[in-house]
């Protein structure tokens, strides 16, 4: 709607626009590493069938019919 690109336009106008240096492919490949430092279990070209949400946050998956998380 037309009141959202209101908000994102002011958004944009207030704190413009930054970039990350070194390019988005490196802000990636440097989240993937540090979230696998971390344990987590990274999925990629899986379609989620269902998404648990406790508390307002995620806490799992349901993936090719498996639970995970």
């Given at each position: 709607?037309a009141k959202t ?65």
């Amino acid at each position: 709607p037309a009141k959202t690109y209101g908000i994102v336009f002011s958004n944009f106008m207030d704190k413009g626009v930054f970039t990350y240096r070194g390019g988005t492919d490196q802000l990636i490949k440097k989240m993937k590493k540090e979230l696998q430092h971390n344990g987590v279990d990274i999925r990629t070209h899986c379609l989620a069938e269902k998404v648990y949400v406790e508390d307002g946050a995620v806490r799992g998956v349901r993936i090719n019919g498996r639970d995970i998380g």
